[in-house]
């Protein structure tokens, strides 16, 4: 199934469950409210062929195009793999803008999205609702926040190290002063001319 053909039956079979369908650098991207992503997902299944979810990641959109898209921060991809007719499509829901950023679970529609959801969870802080067992599974129990957001300090906010008087590990604060990551670029007075 080609590009075209493939726009053609998401545009047959699933035309009410998106609100944009996108179409860049070959691919299909569709994306969907929160109300209807539950539903596009079953139809890209039953319907389209869709049998393999091959990733699904959390993506903070904070700090998008230098600002530009405010509207929405938070969202859950999905890209999904159809053996039979050797395509794939890509979903895409934002959360609504509200801490907690919730979307449903699709476990059971695809079983593989259990780790999937729970690193998104761990890593972006989006809550996926309906999870039998969202808890972290990258980071400590004690971790505080999300490593992959946009407005997470680059060195965290504690530091942990083991006490050898108390003979347990420890939490404090974190004690190096933030620093500019920007590399210092020297050029010769006539480089490049």
């Known amino acids: ?8 039956a998401v545009e ?35 319907q389209l062929g869709f ?3 091959i990733d699904l990641c959390g993506v903070d959109y904070l700090s998008y195009k230098n600002g530009k898209r405010k509207e929405k921060r938070m969202a859950a991809v999905s890209h999904l793999l159809s053996v039979q007719n050797n395509c794939r499509i890509r979903v895409r829901v934002f959360a609504p803008d509200a801490e907690p950023f919730v979307v449903p ?31 972290r ?5 004690n971790f505080v926040g999300h490593p992959l957001r946009k407005d997470f300090p680059v060195s965290g906010y504690v530091e942990m190290c083991y006490d050898e008087k108390e003979k347990r590990v420890m939490y404090q604060p974190v004690s190096i002063e933030p620093r500019e990551n920007t590399p210092r670029i020297v050029r010769e007075e006539h480089y490049g001319g």
């Open 51 to 53: 049998e393999q979810l």
């Open 1 to 8: 199934m080609n590009i075209q053909e493939l726009q053609s």
């Open 105 to 135: 679970s699709i476990i059971d529609i695809y079983a593989v999205a259990d780790w999937y959801e729970r690193e998104a969870f761990d890593l972006v802080g989006i809550v996926f609702a309906n999870h039998p067992d969202l808890r």
């Open 12 to 46: 047959v079979q699933a035309a009410s469950l998106y609100d944009a369908l996108i179409v860049d650098r070959g691919e299909i991207t569709l994306e969907c409210s929160v109300a209807t992503y539950r539903d596009l997902l079953l139809t890209l299944r039953d």
């Open 137 to 141: 599974i990258l980071t400590d129990y």
